[in-house]
């Protein structure tokens, strides 16, 4: 079965410094992975996606993330964060095997502290 | 804004009601997903719809049940509600359902059991 895990419930970080919010996952076969934001009384918002090729991928707002096939990971990055990066981040799975589902991690609120 | 719509934002009602919550996708998706975001469960996948026909299913209920209408508008239909079932309704549309799409969140229906 496939799930996906968000490790920390919360990451604090100073602004300007770099962010990383971690994710890994378990699927079978080949995963799709996805990072979504959610900032207060908001729907989730898609950052970015990864599919096949390229290990690091580029995403909104300055955000990028990095598939690690070894590890099972696909951790969120950004150089330089923002205080209006503070919301909570979701990582998720889908298989490519048919069964369309996709399933989200637990979320992690991420504090950027001026 | 996504350009997904959802109705009503929020919903007060007793234990053993039933209500109805309405999606309406982004223009030209086909795809419907609905999830169930509660402080302690984070988001659970409830059900997918594809062109008014059902594609996939999470942790839905028995006592909830979903359709997607020719129009493409979806409901989610609660019964027997339990307090436990407090929880933020969002629903996501996407292009299709094979293809790994970014979902397009609407703001979500608050519903709140006395």
């Known amino acids: 079965a496939q799930s996906v895990a968000q490790p920390e419930d919360q990451v604090n970080v100073a602004e300007g410094n770099p962010l990383t919010v971690k994710c890994t996952y378990s699927?079978?076969?080949?995963?799709?992975l996805f990072w979504y934001v959610q900032y207060p009384n908001r729907g989730l918002q898609f950052l970015l996606k990864?599919?096949?090729?390229?290990?690091l991928v580029k995403g909104s707002y300055g955000f990028e993330a990095e598939f690690n096939k070894s590890q099972t990971s696909f951790h969120l990055k950004k150089p330089s964060a923002l205080v209006s990066d503070s919301a909570l981040y979701f990582c998720?799975?889908?298989?490519?095997?048919?069964?369309?589902?996709?399933?989200f991690g637990t979320g992690t609120r991420l504090k950027v502290l001026a | 804004d996504s350009g997904v719509t959802q109705t009503p934002k929020h919903l007060i009602t007793a234990t053993g009601q039933r209500v109805t919550l309405r999606c309406s996708p982004r223009?030209?998706?086909?795809?419907v997903y609905w999830y169930q975001q509660s402080l302690d469960q984070g988001l659970q996948f409830l059900i997918q719809?594809?062109?008014?026909?059902?594609?996939a299913k999470g942790n839905i209920l028995e006592r909830f049940s979903a359709q997607q209408f020719p129009d493409l508008h979806s409901e989610l239909n609660l019964s027997s509600l339990e307090l436990g079932d407090s929880a933020l309704y969002f629903c996501?549309?996407?292009?299709?359902?094979?293809?790994?799409?970014?979902?397009?969140f609407g703001p979500g229906t608050r519903l709140t059991v006395t």
């Open positions: 719809y594809y062109n008014g026909e059902e594609r």
């Open positions: 223009s030209g998706d086909l795809s």
């Open positions: 998720a799975v889908r298989d490519n095997v048919g069964t369309y589902k996709y399933i």
């Open positions: 699927v079978s076969g080949n995963p799709y």
């Open positions: 996501a549309s996407s292009s299709g359902v094979a293809a790994p799409y970014e979902q397009y």
């Open positions: 990864y599919i096949t090729g390229d290990n």
